[in-house]
């Protein structure tokens, strides 16, 4: 990782760490370096709801076309809906403006790869480079040329369905995944950018004929890049969603917690359009409410909407949408690890789980594995992040995943992590069984599962001598009967201890006793 892009690309405060100076240096390095491979490159940019979004995107607009670049914005739209349409408009690379389940206050820039999938590592690093002026400029693409596509402000359609225009998005994809260290922590360490760019930019080349003053190329006249909106972008989302279930929700009531974000169109459109009765809360964005004690990470709302209107099931995403929680009928929150499970053992009585496979984190509750183990499904086990959940997913031919978070996979569909389609498709499996929500989430017995985070000096202490043996003895204790599992944060100086068992108060007193062992090093 470098100072710039982090786990899930460049995060921070919007205006103060990820500023518009920044957000439009990253426009110009990242078109002039995807110009080394299409000249006049096009790169779709979305955004969330966030109030700096409009700052940023318009930065970013400037860097990208100031170097000869076609920016495609496409407004609102779920993280996972950009990366379709990445893919859908045969675009060089994307761009999603967010900051996922954060607060308003902070926001992101993270590209995709014309693929769909997030941006190889390597070309991160190099667009890194060029906005601290360290890259070296090709001389012989000064001034970009090449024809352009899409010269009469028109955006045409590409493929449908996988990266490749096949039903499985994973075909001869190239680029890798998302890297997200922590389960409920920011996807992304905040950006360290100001003084080392405003370095870089003094420290540039400043009177080259053809060059902007920081080093990269300055084209003139015909050369310089265009905008062109992408006016139905929200529609070519909604059709590809719906294409992917069969059938009508006629008679079925839902209610859909947008958290004031990017699904908050989408998704009721969506389910309207399928004949759902649909009943929205916090779903009116206005700039400054996004997650704001509603979505995905606070459903509490939801639960509470669900059992007064007498609905069928509460649908709750975050920010961008990229996650699910669902609320069932009784108003009882069902997780990542439970939707995953109701949709996994659907998929493989219709034959249509590839290899019998499911992959997901250690953070999975044992639950899921029992379940999926008794109806003969083989599961990939992986660190914490959809990153590794996706890279198992591929190396095995396999295409259901995710996180007990709400991050799911399936790769038959989209290239990343879709809070809006993991959410259609746990609706078909409701419908085509008839049963209730509470009695789909029924077919996982949860253990009781409790983690308590540790604040320590430094997180090697968890190689001591009497920290190995206090998380040997409690494992012991649980033996054959549930886990202890003990890593360090990714952002934090936290230990985690998370302990699952069958009996909540035995899991208590032995997940403590481990916990105190690590306080002695705070």
Do not use: W
């Not at 992101?108 to 997030?118: D, P, S």
């Not at 080259?208 to 990269?216: A, F, I, N, R, V």
């Amino acid at each position: 990782m470098g100072k710039l892009f982090g786990t899930d690309g460049v995060r921070g405060v919007a205006n103060r760490e990820l500023t518009p100076e920044l957000a439009f240096r990253l426009g110009r390095a990242g078109a002039y370096v995807l110009s080394q491979s299409a000249p006049h490159p096009r790169i779709v940019i979305g955004k969330d709801t966030r109030i700096s979004g409009d700052m940023l995107e318009a930065a970013l607009i400037a860097g990208i076309t100031s170097v000869g670049g076609e920016a495609l914005p496409v407004g609102v739209l779920p993280t996972p809906g950009i990366a379709f349409l990445t893919r859908e408009l045969q675009a060089t690379a994307g761009v999603v403006i967010s900051a996922s389940h954060n607060p308003v206050q902070d926001n992101g820039i993270k590209f995709f790869a014309g693929t769909g999938y997030k941006l190889p590592d390597a070309l991160e690093e190099e667009i890194e480079s060029y906005v601290l002026g360290q890259g070296s400029v090709n001389k012989s693409s000064q001034q970009l040329g090449g024809s352009r596509a899409g010269t009469d402000g028109k955006v045409d359609g590409g493929t449908d369905g996988g990266a490749d225009g096949s039903d499985n998005a994973c075909d001869d994809a190239t680029a890798n995944a998302n890297d997200i260290d922590d389960v409920d922590e920011s996807k992304a360490t905040p950006v360290m950018a100001d003084r080392a760019v405003d370095d870089a930019v003094n420290d540039t080349v400043g009177d080259q004929e053809g060059l902007h003053h920081d080093g990269l190329p300055a084209p003139t006249g015909i050369q310089v890049g265009r905008v062109i909106p992408v006016a139905d972008a929200a529609e070519r989302y909604i059709a590809f969603l719906r294409k992917t279930v069969p059938g009508d929700f006629a008679g079925m009531k839902i209610v859909i917690d947008g958290a004031n974000g990017a699904a908050s169109k989408v998704g009721p459109e969506l389910f309207r359009s399928l004949g759902a009765e649909v009943i929205t809360i916090h779903c009116a964005p206005d700039g400054t409410n996004i997650n704001a004690g509603c979505g995905s990470t606070h459903p509490e709302s939801l639960a509470e909407a669900v059992v007064a209107n007498g609905a069928d099931l509460g649908l709750a995403f975050d920010g961008d949408a990229d996650r699910l929680i669902v609320v069932d009928e009784k108003g009882a929150i069902v997780d990542g690890d439970q939707i995953m499970v109701a949709i996994a053992l659907y998929m493989k009585e219709q034959g249509q789980l590839p290899k019998d496979t499911v992959a997901v984190t250690v953070m999975s509750n044992m639950g899921l594995h029992l379940a999926l183990k008794a109806a003969g499904i083989q599961i990939l086990e992986t660190k914490v992040g959809d990153r590794y959940v996706l890279e198992a997913l591929r190396e095995n031919g396999a295409v259901f995943g995710g996180e007990q978070s709400g991050h799911i996979l399936m790769l038959n569909h989209n290239t990343t992590g879709d809070g809006v389609l993991s959410a259609l498709q746990l609706v078909r499996v409701l419908r085509e069984k008839g049963q209730k929500m509470s009695e789909l989430a029924g077919q996982m017995q949860k253990l009781p599962q409790l983690l308590v985070n540790v604040r320590v000096k430094d997180k090697a202490c968890q190689e001591e001598l009497e920290v190995k043996a206090a998380v040997a003895a409690g494992a012991a204790k649980l033996a054959g009967r549930g886990r202890i599992l003990v890593r360090p944060s990714g952002t934090e100086p936290l230990i985690r201890v998370m302990g699952e068992g069958p009996d909540a108060e035995e899991l208590r007193a032995i997940v403590e006793e481990i916990a105190d062992v690590f306080r002695r090093y705070a």
